[in-house]
């Protein structure tokens, strides 16, 4: 019993260690469209196609991510916003964004 317990807990350890990497597939890809985005100006649509086609979804889907239209969405929204995912994941981002929220609501 002991060994069924070793051996499940190392499957579920190994399978969060896979998603992490393909999340991380993910937000590199989110980070070319955004270069794209500012070189080119086609940033959302490369993203759009990027998810839309078979290994976008095959990605998405090992991240733990649906790749539904409304995810596609969320992911030409993020690009058109033109922030990086190292800044836009960071603390000093979201205190910013909170900040600005407070100020609008006041």
């Known amino acids: 019993m002991k060994d069924f317990v070793d051996g499940t807990a190392f499957n579920n350890e190994q399978g969060n260690r896979a998603r992490k990497l ?10 070319d469209a955004i270069a794209d985005d500012k070189k080119y100006g086609n940033g959302p649509e490369q993203i759009a196609r990027w998810a839309r086609s078979r290994d976008g979804r095959e990605v998405l889907t090992c991240a733990g991510i649906d790749p539904n239209e409304r ?12 922030v990086r995912t ?4 960071s603390r000093e981002e979201s205190e910013r964004r909170n900040a600005a929220q407070q100020a609008e609501a006041a």
């Not at 995810?71 to 033109?82: D, H, N, P, R, W």
């Not at 190292?86 to 994941?89: F, K, M, T, W």
């Open 71 to 82: 995810v596609v969405k969320g992911l030409m929204e993020f690009v058109g916003k033109g």
């Open 22 to 31: 393909f999340a991380a597939v993910v937000l590199a890809a989110l980070d």
């Open 86 to 89: 190292s800044v836009a994941l």
